[in-house]
């Protein structure tokens, strides 16, 4: 058995929800930013992973597992703004305000982002695992054949 794959999946896996757990502290951070105005603050950002359409062809193996053999590569993916409007918050004092006395925050879901963050961290945890499973696997198939 090959596990250079097997490596490679997990490392994939893990590059992806790094990426997330980043865009997720990324919007936490920036959580309670104002701006002037709706159009100059910060927008939230949101992670969207490429899908593919694999088939299942029993009698190759299924084309997750051609994909596989032919060298998987970290899967794709973009950071876009996500749509939403800025909150309007009164503060009369702050700087920016505007003439009413507002500023604007991005519209960021605090609890969803934690959410985002907690999911993204066992995610990326089970890679792991499966990484040091894989590891341990190899180990002993070397240790198996070494005694033979």
Do not use: C, K
Request: proline residues 3%; negative net charge; without cysteine.
């Amino acid at each position: 058995m090959d596990y250079h794959n097997a490596f490679a999946i997990s490392a994939a896996g893990m590059s992806i929800e790094r990426a997330r757990y980043e865009v997720a502290a990324t919007n936490l951070a920036n959580a309670g930013t104002v701006s002037g105005n709706e159009q100059t603050g910060y927008q939230a950002r949101r992670l969207v992973a490429a899908a593919s359409s694999l088939g299942t062809d029993s009698s190759s193996g299924g084309a997750f597992l051609n994909l596989v053999r032919q060298g998987l590569t970290v899967p794709g993916y973009q950071i876009e703004s996500r749509p939403g409007d800025a909150r309007r918050v009164l503060d009369r004092g702050h700087p920016w305000a505007d003439t009413q006395g507002h500023v604007y925050q991005p519209d960021i879901d605090i609890a969803a982002e934690m959410m985002t963050l907690a999911t993204a961290v066992r995610i990326y945890e089970a890679n792991v695992a499966a990484l040091s499973a894989s590891r341990t696997m190899a180990l002993r198939a070397l240790d198996i054949g070494s005694t033979s």
